[in-house]
């Protein structure tokens, strides 16, 4: 969350601006951008891969739009080219939040330096932690100085403050857990990748359920999260009281963010303004990938989804 308010302050998001974000995201995605002041002007994404795109983005454009923030949902990294080709005519910056994705490939290449900014988050349930905090990685130097001095209450040199910043800086014990655990990605993801494999073929002849959809340039999902979609809300539903009841763990994530109380009540929102989120959402469920799960693990979550949806 931080990274991600310290990227759009380093573009002097104002008061008045207006920024896109997707409505299917973590509430994070949208509450930076009240930070600055600004206006966050929601967009629909694919139902498919749960990611926003150009076409979604281009509707939302206006005379104040300032800046964009696409989300990398459940470790899926959006489709970065595509996006930039659209849009690079308006000249707008555009911000990646790349929470879930770190370790992700897109097109064979580290997700982190496709769009002008890419924040990143090492929170405890990520792929890899430092328990809290996160990451900006930009390949402009301007940016890169400006986050610099943003993150360390606004000192472009000791004592001497040049603008309003925070206390955005990582500890030094946090530092240095996210550098080990840096060594271990690849690691993970590679593990993780062998799950959904045993989740993809055990699923794949259930016309009710639908694995993750992956993209040609999705050459590594990171797998933050497993998200089967499945055939209307009642079988959805009737599946997650099932893993509940059988000490399960899932997740719906996220609840589009124009639902959230705070924000409908704020902005006069409702249901039915973005139906392709909120459809994914009525119908999408996480369920449990992790490193260290054993082929017992695997078996019990498969076997209950598949009892669930042949009762």
């Known amino acids: ?75 899926q990294p959006v489709d970065y080219d595509e996006i930039y080709s659209k849009l690079k005519k308006f000249n707008i910056p555009i911000i990646s939040d790349s929470a879930e994705s770190f370790g992700a490939e897109y097109k064979n290449k580290k997700v982190g330096s496709q769009f002008l900014i890419h924040s990143f988050s090492f929170f405890a349930n990520k792929n890899i932690t430092m328990g809290e905090g996160g990451l900006i990685a930009t390949n402009n130097d301007k940016i890169a100085n400006k986050c610099k001095i943003i993150r360390n209450q606004g000192q472009d040199y000791r004592y001497h403050h040049v603008t309003i910043g925070n206390n955005y800086r990582p500890t030094d014990y946090s530092a240095a857990i996210g550098s080990v655990q840096l060594k271990k990605i690849d690691k993970i993801l590679k593990a993780k990748k062998k799950i959904v494999s045993v989740y993809n073929q055990s699923f794949k002849k259930y016309n009710s359920i639908i694995t993750p959809y992956v993209p040609d340039f999705a050459t590594r999902p990171s797998w933050y999260m497993y998200s089967l979609t ?40 409702k249901s039915g303004m973005f139906p392709k989120s909120e459809n994914a959402y009525k119908t999408f469920l996480d369920i449990p990938i992790y490193l260290g799960m054993t082929k017992t693990d695997i078996s019990r979550v498969v076997n209950c989804i598949i009892e669930s949806i042949n009762e």
């Open 1 to 75: 969350t931080s990274a991600l308010h310290a990227a759009l302050a380093s573009l002097d998001i104002k008061p008045g601006d207006e920024v896109i974000v997707p409505t299917l995201s973590y509430i994070s995605s949208a509450n930076v951008i009240l930070y600055c002041g600004a206006k966050p002007i929601f967009c629909d994404s694919n139902p498919k891969t749960f990611n926003v795109t150009s076409k979604e983005i281009i509707k939302k454009i206006t005379k104040k739009t300032k800046a964009i923030i696409t989300v990398d949902l459940k470790g």
């Open 230 to 269: 499945f055939k209307n809300n009642k079988i959805r539903n009737k599946v997650k009281k099932s893993m509940e009841k059988n000490n399960i763990d899932t997740r719906l994530s996220f609840p589009p963010i124009h639902l959230q109380p705070i924000y409908k009540k704020k902005f006069s929102l």
